[in-house]
């Protein structure tokens, strides 16, 4: 789950990777498939349930979304504002311009909220 404070567009469709970490910033996937999910206008919770995925973390990982496509309306206003985590001691974020493109990070920005939940094995 992850908390929009605001989006006029039509939609959106998102990527979200689970990615192990080295040197600090996010590496490879452990992901056997892509996961996307996608959110509509005025939605505020984006949620979906990948327990049938069977995803195992057995290590530290770095959980991330990425916006893929977004459907601009032609009605209103495009606007799209993430919610954060402040008051988090620990955090920051990650952040790269386009896929392939090196990670770089921030640790004074605010993490953008991710709500994760799962069960021990």
Do not use: C
Not at 9 to 36: A, C, V
Not at 98 to 111: E, H, L, R, V
């Amino acid at each position: 789950n992850f908390h929009m404070r605001f989006n006029s567009t039509d939609s959106i469709l998102f990527r979200i990777n689970i990615q192990d970490i080295k040197n600090g910033l996010p590496d490879q996937t452990i992901l056997s498939k892509e996961l996307y999910m996608k959110s509509y206008k005025g939605q505020k919770w984006i949620s979906k349930d990948f327990s049938n995925e069977k995803i195992i973390i057995d290590q530290d990982v770095i959980i991330s979304y990425e916006v893929v496509k977004v459907w601009f309306s032609n009605k209103t206003y495009n606007n799209i504002f993430f919610t954060y985590g402040k008051g988090y001691e620990e955090g920051g974020q990650y952040m790269r311009e386009s896929s392939f493109s090196p990670w770089k990070t921030s640790s004074d920005a605010f993490p953008i909220a991710l709500y994760i939940t799962g069960r021990v094995l």
